[in-house]
């Protein structure tokens, strides 16, 4: 009969020698039984009367270990590089760890379970054994930690860039979010084409792109930018676009409110790329000063690992970009903590509010909101593509060595005093360089100089919101105004004989032909200032002629007080304060 088939018969396994693991990718028979795809133990089973039974036991889908991996720079951190097919019958890879295997199975388990491979419940400690005794020969460089490793090869959780044979190894199969849908080109005329005449979009994905820049710049250390604006105004816009360089908008966006291990495991699996945050207003006041230290500077705490032993620190280089409705000083002070100069240098704010939220140029859109509904279904439909180009093409140049000197260029357009704003400005710099780059490239539609000069105008207005000066003698200003404006009639006593006695007196006051002058005591001063040193108050109050009188060398000067006494005293005129904070 025509319609009839001939079956074909299962192929019959190798011969083998008991006891054994076996992995078969396709379905075998073995002396004549039927054997389903997976990895087989063959044993044997000694009954009462002491006779061998062969035994034949299914273990889990068809599992593979191909390669033993290391990490060349250290010589240790080895692994096994694993090659599974999972329930969906796609083949996957996972570079485990070696140090896995000494501890219990479940930690295996646990990954290999997540990333689908069907194991037999009763039988899974027996897949860790057989992983365990495997002995490929292969050997396969271990990427510990994500971006550079070398001039011509940058790794991603998703794919190698560049020239090399490494993969990349993590005890998780966690990909950091990286990920990839749409076209390059639909990412460009989604969100590319909107960048011309809008400065903020421009610093989102300028932000994006900067990372790999870090460091052929030799720049140790991360940072980054905060938007700030009302709600609804399009900054988180801007985020979920300059996310969508590396991976779909919202699910590489991370919220503040994540915990601080939480976000140093993301910032290690983004190591030379971007670290993307929103709703500053979620993160916990008490330890959001910590995170951006950390995030920024680049270093986790020191933890044990599963011996107690002292694991290796994480580490990683990141850009941040963040936005929210508050600013870090006013989360901060949610808990009674006050900023550090470092801090606002490492996030520096970046008012969002432009002519249409957060726009400039609508591009034919309605509106602002109407245009932020466009990016953010672009950041969701066309994404993961901008960011590995970029570093594709960066590789294919051969400019890494140039890019020092190509910063230097762009530097010189911000003017900058030496100390925190220099700082910033080279942030800045940065930003422009990788967009100027990327222009170049034919990435981004923007013409040569647009976005130095964008970024530019960026940082001009964030030294005009901040003013001049150091940021602590600001802080430091506005804290001894703030308490003269809460204090200044009860904490402050007359020095004319006879005037009734404060509680809790902070000094006193003194009345002359322009006002009042405040005395303050040395623990007064202290109470103003909330914890900064005396000596660093001294300097910032006299930095504004706020000190009325002092002696020389000094910044009190002595008075005789009405008890006799002759204390040294600061004399603060709070008129020399109004504006200076």
Same mark, same amino acid.
């Given at each position: ?190 969100? +590319?084409?909107? &960048?011309? %005449?809008?400065?903020? !979009? ?5 932000? /994006? @792109?900067?990372?790999?820049?870090? *460091? ?43 915990? +601080?291990?939480? &976000?140093? %495991?993301?910032?290690? !699996? ?5 670290? /993307? @945050?929103?709703?500053?207003?979620? *993160? ?298």
């Amino acid at each position: 009969m025509s319609n009839v088939i001939e079956l074909i018969p299962a192929p019959e396994a190798a011969p083998l020698t008991r006891p054994c693991f076996r992995t078969y990718d396709h379905a075998t028979t073995l002396d004549d039984k039927p054997l389903k795809p997976g990895v087989w133990h063959h044993g044997n089973k000694r009954d009462a009367d002491g006779n061998l039974t062969p035994v034949d036991e299914w273990l889990c889908g068809p599992l593979h270990v191909e390669a033993v991996t290391r990490c060349e720079s250290r010589k240790a951190e080895y692994g096994r590089l694993l090659r599974f097919r999972n329930l969906d019958d796609r083949w996957l890879t996972w570079a485990m760890p070696g140090e896995l295997l000494a501890g219990q199975p479940a930690d295996v388990l646990r990954v290999l379970f997540n990333m689908g491979l069907k194991i037999a419940h009763r039988h899974r400690a027996r897949v860790v054994e057989y992983i365990a005794e495997q002995s490929p020969n292969r050997r396969v460089t271990a990427a510990t930690s994500t971006g550079w490793h070398g001039p011509e090869l940058f790794i991603t959780p998703l794919e190698n860039i560049g020239k090399g044979d490494a993969i990349h190894q993590a005890e998780s199969a966690a990909d950091g979010d990286y990920g990839k849908a749409g076209t390059l080109d639909g990412w460009r005329e989604g969100i +590319a084409a909107l &960048l011309p %005449g809008n400065p903020i !979009l421009q610093l989102a994905i300028g932000t /994006a @792109l900067a990372g790999p820049l870090l *460091a052929p710049l030799n720049i140790h250390t991360g940072g980054g930018f905060h938007l700030l604006w009302d709600s609804s105004n399009g900054k988180t816009t801007a985020v979920l676009c300059a996310a969508s360089a590396w991976g779909h908008g919202a699910h590489f966006t991370l919220k503040w409110n994540a915990t +601080a291990n939480g &976000l140093e %495991g993301i910032a290690a !699996l983004r190591n030379d790329g971007l670290l /993307a @945050l929103d709703e500053l207003g979620q *993160a916990d006041p008490r330890y959001v000063g910590d995170v951006v230290y950390s995030v920024a500077d680049g270093t986790g705490k020191q933890r044990a690992g599963r011996s107690s032993a002292a694991r290796r620190v994480r580490r990683w280089r990141v850009m941040l970009l963040s936005s929210g409705e508050v600013t870090l000083e006013t989360k901060m002070a949610e808990a009674g903590k006050r900023t550090r100069a470092g801090q606002e240098v490492r996030l520096v704010t970046v008012s969002a509010g432009r002519t249409f939220g957060a726009w400039d140029n609508l591009h034919d859109h309605q509106s602002g909101a109407s245009l932020s509904d466009a990016l953010k279904r672009a950041s969701s439909t066309h994404y993961g593509h901008a960011g590995p180009e970029f570093v594709r093409l960066l590789i294919e140049s051969g400019d890494l060595g140039r890019l020092p000197e190509m910063l230097e260029t762009i530097r010189a357009h911000f003017s900058a005093p030496p100390g925190q704003p220099a700082r910033v400005a080279e942030r800045f710099a940065i930003v422009a360089l990788a967009l100027e780059i990327a222009a170049g490239m034919g990435l981004l539609p923007l013409a040569q100089g647009a976005a130095t000069a964008s970024m530019v105008e960026l940082f001009e207005g964030w030294r005009g919101e901040r003013g001049e000066g150091p940021s602590e003698d600001r802080q430091i200003l506005r804290a001894v105004a703030d308490f003269i404006d809460r204090h200044g009639g009860s904490r402050f006593q007359s020095l004319e004989k006879g005037a009734i006695e404060v509680r809790d007196r902070a000094g006193y006051w003194e009345k002359t032909d322009n006002g009042r002058l405040y005395l303050f005591t040395s623990s007064g001063l202290k109470d103003a200032a909330q914890g900064f040193e005396l000596a660093r108050v001294g300097r910032a109050l006299d930095s504004v002629g706020a000190i009325a009188k002092k002696e020389s060398g000094k910044y009190q000067y002595r008075r005789s007080l009405p008890d006799g006494s002759n204390p040294g005293l600061y004399w603060i005129n709070p008129a020399r304060l109004d504006g200076a904070s």
